[in-house]
T-cell receptor, first 115, second 111 residues
Framework: ETGVTQTPRHLVMGMTNKKSLKCEQH?????MYWYKQSAKKPLELMFV???????ENNSVPSRFSPECPNSSHLFLHLHTLQPEDSALYLC??????????????FGSGTRLTVV | RKEVEQDPGPFNVPEGATVAFNCTYS??????FFWYRQDCRKEPKLLMS???SGNEDGRFTAQLNRASQYISLLIRDSKLSDSATYLC????????????FGAGTRLAVHP
């Protein structure tokens, strides 16, 4: 266990469904991230939260909606997704966000398939 | 130049071989760098951090060349368990902890 837990591990959803991905970190970190990893592509940053405030939205379509109720929990709400949204969604946390010297700890990811 | 660029490989090497990967980056202001390892269908895991000219951890050595803006990862005495994709990671410009991941270099170690 890395200290970052994601659920569910696998998710299959239809294009009209609404679902949520959950991430919880037990490391006392102050920053949390959502990344998308599609087949044969680099990790793409989606959202960043620092101390529960969204500080980055990397031009992500509105069908993805993040929520960070506290510094330990992060959600990604999904609705009306497209098949090209099928990917591995990774949550990560880091000690801080104010300078670029903290590595990330990743959760195991949610493998999403949109049918 | 791309923000982070890696040779995708694959590098196919026998057990016991020494293998090196290079990574180039475009942000000359970056201060810290990372190598992550990602096994097939798993999450990336931090392998090494590189804050100055280099870092060594057992069979793994990371080196940084700021003048040429590249980082390297050297693996000595390769093991079968080293087979994975190695991701070069660089902070995004702006001073915040936003990390840019390279596409990765795949290593396959065979008996």
């Amino acid at each position: 266990e890395t200290g970052v837990t994601q659920t569910p591990r696998h998710l299959v959803m239809g294009m009209t469904n609404k679902k949520s991905l959950k991430c919880e970190q037990h490391l006392g970190h102050n920053a949390m991230y959502w990344y998308k990893q599609s087949a044969k592509k680099p990790l793409e940053l989606m959202f960043v939260y620092s101390l529960e405030e969204r500080v980055e939205n990397n031009s992500v379509p509105s069908r993805f909606s993040p929520e960070c109720p506290n510094s330990s929990h992060l959600f990604l709400h999904l609705h009306t997704l497209q098949p090209e949204d099928s990917a591995l969604y990774l949550c990560a946390s880091s000690q801080g966000y104010d300078r670029g010297s903290y590595g990330y700890t990743f959760g195991s990811g949610t493998r999403l398939t949109v049918v | 130049r791309k923000e982070v660029e890696q040779d995708p490989g694959p590098f196919n090497v026998p057990e016991g071989a020494t293998v090196a990967f290079n990574c180039t980056y475009s942000n000359s202001a970056s201060q810290s760098f990372f190598w992550y390892r990602q096994d097939c269908r798993k999450e990336p895991k931090l392998l090494m951090s590189v804050y100055s000219s280099g870092n060594e951890d057992g069979r793994f050595t990371a080196q940084l060349n700021r003048a040429s803006q590249y980082i390297s990862l050297l693996i000595r005495d390769s093991k079968l368990s080293d087979s994975a994709t190695y991701l070069c990671v660089v902070p995004f410009s702006g001073g915040y902890n936003k990390l840019i991941f390279g596409a990765g270099t795949r290593l396959a170690v065979h008996p």
